[in-house]
């Protein structure tokens, strides 16, 4: 079978083979598509940039398991960093020009602009890359021009969008698939789909699932998936998924394994050390509903006039402290006289009030005066419902033995949605080490892995023998100027 390519990569750039050429999924030809919506039209158009691309590295994925904070304690599991994708472009032709008024892109070479990468070897077609371009910085090289297009995968759309809060959901709710959930309705189709929930995940509940008004989709997407200590990713074609560290039997499972046959002979392997914990202090937030709660008083005595509305911005307290309510549902309590000190006639039956807005702390309260002849000072008002106050508290998990030995390794988690004491997910333990592989000129065995890939690794002299590990990070460099030849690492972590 053969297949049209619009510009054929085992070529360099400038040379008649290159610009346009066919493929047959018998060669060992490896085609790169680039592509790029310089419209901003929501669709690519079928135009591959790689006839132009004399460089390429990307790199996506954590190098370590736990986030360290600032004191050099463990915080929890970490999250994937950013994803990030270096394209270097010829740019001889001053497509890539910004200042080139006469340019075919004029006017379209804009940061924000979505962009996709895939690889094609022997019929087979692998996602490589998929967000949007950062920045794109033009170098006038007395040679050869060329541009660099800098991209970041949707970890930094996430990072960058603000979003507002669904309020309070109680009653035993999964905590990924409110997640799943919330993420579908903001999580852009253009990254690769929706939201994506690997199946079999055990149903740890949450009591009270939350968010505290506007906050960025990252802070939310942390703050549900870290109650469990669970895990989220950006994949190879933009898809985010949601997944339990509970269950590693439905991970995607790789089909080339790793082995000293089909690896350089260069191996990184950290200390096992590195990733200890002995040391647990794990906070927990035991949420309870307390009802017909007075969650707010109005302090002001405003005089309304006959038809006039005043405004307030509540939020919800419990002793003196914002927190979560069903501030949408309060009732609403209004005492208003033609005296502001109370003495003169009572109106209270015609000042009506209205929540808008309302999220999971705080909402914009409407008061109406309604009578029709008479202005009116409002002398009290308060709202009364349902809140849902934490207690804070803190449960301690540490290894004497492990101390002796390793010295305190100390992990502190502290997420306001975890709800349950007796879940402590992290425990004290020391993982086997991390081992950094290179695959090099395989282009079926290392375009084939994406991040949280099941990898059955056998590496002889570590006396590693069919051990299942995670694709915890991978990277792609390009070391020729044609994409033919690329220098593949793979970041391989233990299982839990």
Known sequence: MSYQVFGNPAFPYGTTSRLYGSGASSDTVTYWTIEVDWDNAGTYSGQSEALYCIGFESARGRTTKFEVGSNGDFIGYKMPDVGTCRITLDNSTRRFDPYYTSGALYGKLLPGRFIRVR???????????????????????????????????????LMNEDTNSDGVVTGGNNALTYANNYMETIYPTRLGGVVTIIAN????????????????????LNDYVGARSDLWWVAADGVLHIKTMAN???????TPTITESNTLKQFA???????????????????????SYV?????ETPLVAVGASTTYFPQSTYNNEVVPSAI???????????????????LSADFDGVISAADAI??????????????????AITLTGTVYPADR??????????????GKRRVILDNRMNDDGSYNYIGSRVDSPNIEVMLQARPSEQFAFDLFYEVDTTITKYNITNDPRLVGFISHRWLDQSGQNVLTTLRLEEEK
């Open 201 to 220: 995940f055990p149903s740890e509940d949450l009591d009270y699932i939350y968010t505290l008004g506007t906050q960025s989709a990252i802070t939310v």
């Open 393 to 406: 508290k803190l449960e301690e998990d540490t290894d004497a033995a492990s101390i002796a030995i390793y």
């Open 269 to 291: 392997v950290p200390v096992p050390w590195d990733e200890i914990v002995n040391d647990n202090k794990s906070y927990y937030y035991a949420r309870r509903a307390v009802t």
């Open 119 to 157: 690889v094609t070897y022997q019929g087979v077609t692998y996602p490589i890359f998929h967000g949007n371009i950062s920045k794109i910085t033009p170098y006038d090289n007395a040679t050869t021009p060329t541009v660099v297009l800098d991209c970041e995968d949707g970890k930094r759309w």
């Open 362 to 379: 705080g909402c914009i309260l409407t008061v109406t005066n309604n009578h029709g002849s008479l202005a009116g000072y409002i002398t």
């Open 248 to 254: 590693f039997n439905d991970f995607t499972a790789a």
């Open 328 to 346: 949408s549902a309060a009732t609403i309590s209004i005492t208003a006289n033609t005296a502001a000190d109370g003495s003169g006639t009572d």
């Open 295 to 299: 969650m707010w008083t109005g302090v």
